[in-house]
């Protein structure tokens, strides 16, 4: 598995640059601004890979305290995603320059979709289009922790449990850190209810921001919510499986693997004003009342964007 | 007048160290060993008494020697170790209880200092990131030797109650690991073919030997006594397919349930320990914060875990299946054909490299 992905890894990285003359921001630190590749490129390209694979294949790499392995996120994992993003998808982003070039920052989305993809597709829209090409962090529920494979992956991708301390300890370490405080009431919500936000658990997420003074960055994603549209819930099968929900869709899983293809619908990803936290005294993140007040903005800001956006969208596919 | 250290676990390889290098310091007159068994190497100008923890004996030698400071490494991991799970508990419980009672009768004991584990933690995936001396555990460890250090500190916590004039010291440590040392640990990274659990990479830390000496030793010599909980670990994590990976042997992916169970069928061959609690671990993995120590002891390990790790395959012979030179010998061998290739015809070559 590691080898395939490391050819494709490769790929994606030549096709990076041969396409993109203007990206020059290479997250390796490799410089790529020559458009046309010719025959040296090449070589260097393939002897970069080769690189790459050696350093893979006798662990000559380096992960921080949460796991997060850089190289295999920007190389492999992302490289994954992006034809995703880019051609299925077809995401725009908005608001970028909200999110700060250094510095912690929380960002606050909804959350829809069956499957956290809009969690993905956030990452990548701040790894890709940010000009600072910021990691995302997101904080993930335990049972994300507790299934094998995904656990793998979220830890090398830099995601970690959400709770206090991790959260804390990411954004005072400068990190621009993803919640989805809707958790599983919003990705695992009917069809119907569309775009409606839910409650927005117990407000931890603020009281993280408050305490390290990062600025909180509502966003609101629109496109997510068409990608499997759950119309039913095998609920006796979910608690056999031991997970919140088993979703039903048109396609899923009638048409077996099929069904897991996402439909292509039009996203835009909206990076809100953020809101600062830094102005307030010490000790706020102990006033209930305050953080509470916080949250229920953070959540109607976000909703009023939601509208915006669906107004703007031209349909849902186009 | 200098001080007076009894060290427990004294026969062990750390014990011996320990007895060691405390014997070597100017400050100190007499290191007293007491091991069970008597120690394979020499303990240089320490003296070695055969005496079990787990008899009263333990504290006649205190009170004959007027110990000052008892520095108590006798809990044991591993049942291999003791000869059986029953007689390891009742070395590190009915031991420390023992050991504690003596103390608490002395009249000359001013520092206690024990070693500790951080898998008092346990590991889940309810888990921080990083446990501080604070974090209270989300998935207590209930079985083995982490449940005995679990068991071992309440005692000492109740020690340090009942006796407050006496400074007491807990190190939890993660897992030592160096050239010399035998922990269950390096026996399993010296296992030919590595199991490890499908569909999880662990975050494992280390600490050298040598660190774990030397923060022994400085909260055993320091001026003012330190008391208190204190992490030891060498910085940085390493993920377990990571280090299979710089040992240059094949890791076998194993789910979770077979692995505890077919561990504990090679357990008992003795090759390496595969206990319910090291099978968490090697599937959660677990991380601890060193910010106390450094901040409040100014305590810096010498060796990051990752360091660490490369001393334990250097010290320990770990032959890798293919070697690293070889490795980059190949890739210097492909690039140089490339450059070559290259120069003829200016093709893609893409994708025909990397298998």
């Not at chain 2, 999880?200 to 022994?216: I, N, P, S, Y």
């Not at chain 2, 320990?273 to 910010?291: C, K, M, N, P």
């Not at chain 2, 250097?314 to 492909?334: D, F, K």
Request: charged share 20%.
């Amino acid at each position: 598995m590691v080898g395939d992905a490391q050819v494709f890894a490769f790929d994606a990285d030549a096709r990076r640059r041969g396409e993109e003359p203007g990206h020059v921001h290479s997250v390796s630190g490799v410089s790529a601004s020559t458009p046309e590749p010719d025959a040296g490129n090449e070589v260097s390209a393939l002897d970069r890979a080769a690189d790459f694979i050696r350093r893979r294949l006798t662990g000559e790499y380096e992960v921080d305290e949460f796991g997060f392995d850089p190289q295999l996120l920007d190389t492999v994992l992302m490289a994954a995603m992006r034809p995703l993003y880019r051609s299925w998808f077809r995401v725009q982003v908005q608001g970028l320059d909200n999110v700060p070039d250094e510095g912690g920052a929380l960002v606050v989305a909804n959350h829809s979709g069956t499957i956290p993809v809009d969690a993905v597709m956030t990452q990548l829209a701040l790894l890709d289009e940010h000009p600072a090409q910021r990691h995302l962090r997101m904080l993930g529920a335990d049972l994300v922790f507790r299934l094998p494979v995904v656990s793998e992956i979220a830890r090398k991708a830099g995601h970690t449990l959400a709770c206090m301390p991790d959260a804390e300890r990411l954004l005072s370490a400068g990190e621009v850190v993803g919640v989805w405080p809707e958790g599983f009431k919003g990705i695992g919500k009917p069809f119907t209810e569309r775009y409606k936000l839910q409650r927005f658990g117990r407000g931890g997420f603020v009281a993280a921001a408050v305490r390290t003074g990062a600025p909180i960055i509502p966003t609101a994603i629109v496109g997510a919510e068409e990608i499997y549209p759950k119309i039913g819930n095998a609920n006796a099968l979910a608690r056999l499986l031991g997970i919140p929900y088993f979703p039903l869709t048109p396609t899923f899983p009638w048409l077996g693997p099929l069904g897991l293809v996402p439909l292509p619908s039009r996203w835009i990803i909206s990076f809100g004003e953020p809101i600062p936290t830094d102005h307030l005294p010490s000790g706020a993140a102990d006033d209930p009342m305050l953080i509470l007040e916080m949250t229920d903005r953070v959540r109607e800001t976000i909703q009023q964007s939601l509208y915006r956006l669906l107004v703007q969208r031209p349909s849902v596919f186009r | 007048m200098g001080r007076t250290i009894l060290v427990t676990g004294a026969a062990r390889h750390l014990g011996v160290r320990m007895c060691r290098v405390l014997s070597h310091e100017v400050s100190v007159d007499r290191v007293i060993g007491v091991d069970v068994v008597p120690p394979r190497t020499d303990l240089g100008r320490a003296e070695f008494i055969r005496a079990d923890i787990r008899n009263p004996v333990i504290g006649k030698i205190i009170g004959a020697a007027a110990v000052d400071t008892v520095v108590h490494m006798g809990v044991i991991a591993t049942p291999l170790q003791a000869g059986g799970r029953a007689t390891m508990k009742d070395i590190n419980v009915i031991g420390t209880m023992q050991l504690l009672a003596a103390c608490q009768k002395s009249d000359s004991v001013q520092r206690l200092i024990v070693k500790s584990t951080a898998s008092v933690y346990g590991c889940g995936p309810r888990d921080p990131v990083m446990f501080t001396e604070e974090t209270a555990p989300q998935h207590p460890p209930t079985s083995g030797w982490a449940k005995d250090s679990v068991e071992v500190e309440g005692y000492v916590r109740g020690f340090a109650r009942r006796r407050s004039d006496v400074a007491v010291t807990i190190l939890r440590f993660a897992n030592i690991i160096g050239p010399d040392v035998d922990t269950a640990m390096t026996s399993y990274f010296s296992l030919p073919v590595i199991p490890t659990v499908f569909g999880h990479d662990a975050r494992l830390q280390f600490v050298h030997e040598d660190d774990h000496l030397e923060a022994t030793r400085l909260v055993s010599l320091s001026e003012k006594p330190v008391s208190g909980v204190f992490n030891v670990s060498g910085a940085g994590v390493i993920m377990l397919s990571q280090a299979v990976r710089r040992i240059g042997r094949p890791a076998l992916p194993v789910i979770a349930g077979l692995l505890g169970t077919a561990g504990r069928s090679m357990g008992s061959t003795g090759l390496a320990d595969f206990s319910a609690e090291q099978v968490r671990y090697l599937t959660y993995g677990r991380a601890i914060d060193t910010s106390r120590i450094e901040d409040e002891l100014g305590f810096w390990p010498r060796w990051t875990t990752a360091e660490a790790f490369a001393d334990f395959i250097r010290g320990h012979h770990v032959q890798p299946l293919v070697p690293t030179a070889s490795l980059l010998s190949v890739q210097q061998g492909i690039s140089a054909v490339l450059s070559k290739v290259g120069g003829l015809v200016p093709t893609r070559a893409g994708g025909s490299h990397g298998g």
